[in-house]
């Protein structure tokens, strides 16, 4: 951290600053400047909240050095996390397809789904039993009721299983019923919820927020592995911007800045990132391309008819075409 | 809701949208441009999703006429909605004062804090006991020890008392100790924890998210409403822009909008909202002059050595400066 | 600036760095860490590219102390910039109203305008004659025909007059109609423009863009004083976020901000930051309380008929209201 | 368009709004709901300011139903438009390469890098003459010499030539010495330039801004059409969000929907839109994938020593490794 002394600081300011940094067990580095005076701090100062400072007075600027992040970083392990999930292994040089409906609707709707991706080889099927709908008047979920479709459809067509977990109170009822845990978007920054799914050794598949930056997806990370869970995904789902013809603005700059960054799998949503079906499939190309270690596609027998994100969700045969592109692609950037 | 039709649709496709409307039990009014058709669906369709009409092959565009929202608009209550907590009342012209630090600390801090604002005149005391921090190795707040030195500190000093909740698991518990139930920008999409708050009769103060859009927002009003708690208080605190001067933008559009299109009471966090103590005497001034109905303010007798928000809080004497100014404006606007 | 090494950098790569300091004739000052080494380079360094410095190996991030903006900055100049305009005077105690039409579209509509607004009180008059419209088909305005009619109604309402330039090949010849020439917001960054009217010394308002950062739109007006002229005042007027219920997001921080950063005077248009006529006279009431030193409103006899901005345009008499509670609410802040 | 009427609205409010539809000569057609009434607006409305109708008593909504653009869309034209410029043709399966420094340094420099990039692939040279810097201070590049040695680089090296005009009255000068024209980030909505490069039928590289919607960049696009110059190529180049990672957002998701839209080529410029030499190839990589017609690619002999944009500069190696990597996706995606 360094800490930029506004021209107008006085000697007793500066020497309260010090006796500070002092405090949280820091060493000082003054440099003295013509204009102004800039402490450098010395030493890893994660464990203090570094904006506390800009509250006295003379501070104009806090810059911090060291990345907040440590665990999930690729400075403290260089080597890809690889983690395994049924027959799917995330973080290899292998493109991984997680697959399935937005909503678990029934018993055949899911095994039917099921069946086709597995077909047309995806490894681990989606589907949600408890919906995170922004209307209290939508389809909310068929609850418990869905996680055992959910487990006995992913049985069947042998595939492992992912759904998503909303609240703390449910997470280890679901995690009996699934193999992967999904945060979704609107729960990036649920640190309880981050907590909770830190104490197990499920996997988990954590979902950057529409407007959670880079660091702060890291950060949420960070949380879960500093409870003890490793098995942590990130996914790009699309941020919030000004941009209103798409749901949402896929970052696709964040796939290769998170594998640079981190050593944990990427995977990258282009259902929910797009919003529309239509550019599903270019951008799930886009997504391998700039180096994805897998996808997360909607897919439903009859998106006319589905409960939750027909918009976006592809048919078995539009799914079946973007298998083919997507191994094309793989290849020309030497994955699988 | 308008379903407008591609100048390419199909009789075929047309008439599939018309029976799905059916199915969903709304009516048709059809509109034959020479480009292109145009279906009108006619009576209240809040319950349907009406984005999956987009999967339909030959639809261009949905556009929906009816808010999604209802229960918190001023056309279903025209009236103010008044919330009562403690001496306090929200919504009516007095503006009400929120006030206390980020973080308690301990019990003789809080208490301080208390008896000092409640002299300046805020009727309600806030302080943070879970604190949601994006970093794990942050200052996580002292818990269930906390809320027990705010309701002594509010007892003593004779304030109502605020608190966040983060978790569903922790409402009840919560709810025991403190007058009014704070859900924070995190969780203002957490609809498992808006359902839960919604259970009660205890006064919730909704806070916007970051990036929460204001239709967002009174939706998940609507879920509290729509579970039987009507005693909500809406809480604008920055949205996240890409100014990077300021930690969030104020969107003081909101308030007036907000007072427009609901009946519920809008407070302004200009701590949060700037991330700034020098900016926050202004920014509550602005919100006040624009109808907010109150404020929530950081206040800390020591910002230098506070373990949460030092940098936005003010120190007693700057609040009391803000009051001053405050009630100055609100006379300029007809209020108290 | 503060050039930090990544802490895989080599003795070699700092030295190439630290080279090319001294090669920017600029004194360096290293701090060696436990971890990494930190480059502290002393002096003025505005003329030379920062972001240059990342060019190089083993640089991480390279941290600005020194504003890039010099002239425009409170530190140069510690007293108010006031700007006179005929009767006017921008940067003083008094609250300033430029008002008007948002395109002049007659010799009588801007003439009885003119006469409305004197009236009530603003002393300068607005109106469009180049219009920048996003469509090739809107109404492109009156050009120079409509200036000889502003010309005219200033003068005979005796108010002083603003309109927009948007080329350098009609700086001089709108300079000769006016007194003041607005920059408008596609343009904070046109800058052969604002070398263009930095040559003049005829008063020019600054608007910020809808994507502009507060320290872009110092740097703009940086671009004019640096040509010569300091007859500048910066104008905020919305920016562009993801609410969409609003036409933007009118950016309230802005304000007391630049105050702090700035010694130019500081305008609101409530008309563009809002794009609906009725949050106009709230958010006019907020800019003055957050501490403007003017307003900018679109005002037309009859916004219905209006070629342009009739949306967020008053009628007189709403007018008239937002000039009354605009004066009371600048008593209340110790304005006039 | 179809407008929307409030639910309170009266029928004299709606006799108005009737008249003023037909007054601009467009036919009307009313639906009577249960609680409001909807006017649905027939014909062509592309010559009206929709917006305006929201000045009506009574009127909740407007809903656009036309583009407002035309010309430019695959609807007006379904074929791709192509565009010649020099050996090279964008708008083909071939994937073309624009590529060159951020600045013209010198004769030898740009030769240097011409005779490299010519080797590697490229087609187009690109270099700044007159650069488009926020700060007074930086370099403004060396104007009129510079296209000189642009323009017999170009010739030697047998590449046709771009390079960005930033100001009406140097439109023709610069035409003279360049194949293709280059309209900035800065100048998206600068019409009076759109116009300017519009009545030349020299190639336009029109570069989306970064706060411009993609709506409003074939609005761009539109306005250069309309005046008569068919040859226009769109380009994403980044946007800005809340991100800080990374300078701009690169919106992938235009890509294919640019394609969808217009029959315009679309290229990406993957030096712009990251920031970040590092982020640069597997950028442009996906950018192929996602259906790009081509790239534009920042490259510097010497990026450390780079007057402009060094940070986000590929060296001759790293662009020559990104040729063949964009080879192989291409081939990938059925592209050369």
Redesign the interface.
Known sequence: M?I?MS?SATTAQIA?VVE?VERDKLDV?I?Q????T?I?V??DD??I?R??Y????GVE?V?P??K?YKLVSR?FQAANTTVDVGSATFGTDKIELIAGPGAIESEAQILNIAQTVKALGATVLQGGA?Q????????QGLGEQALKYLQSAGKEAGLATITAV?????VEMIADYVDMLQIGA??T?????LKAVGKLKTPVLLRR???I????LL??A??IL??GNPNVILCERG????????NN?????????LK?LSHLPVLFDPSE??G????VT??A???????ADGLMVQVHSD??E???D??Q?LKPDAFAELVT?VR??A???SRQ
Chains 1, 2, 3, 4 share one sequence.
């Open positions: 360094i930029i021209s309260r500070r580095h440099s400047g013509e204009e102004r800039i450098g010395v030493g994660r464990h909240d904006r506390q800009i509250a006295y007075n600027q810059v050095i060291l907040q400075v408890f995170a709908r922004s209307s209290p008047y939508g389809f909303n609240a703390t109170a449910q609107s729960n920054q649920n640190y309880a919820l927020g529409k407007s930056k880079i660091e702060e950060m949420a960070e949380y500093a409870e941020i919030r911007t000004f941009e209103t013809y798409t603005t896929a970052d696709i700059n964040a796939i290769p800045l640079q990132a797009t529309q079906w239509n550019l270019p951008m190309l886009a997504a391998v391309a700039a180096g998106p006319q589905a409960l939750s027909g918009a969700s592109q094309a692609v290849a020309a950037v």
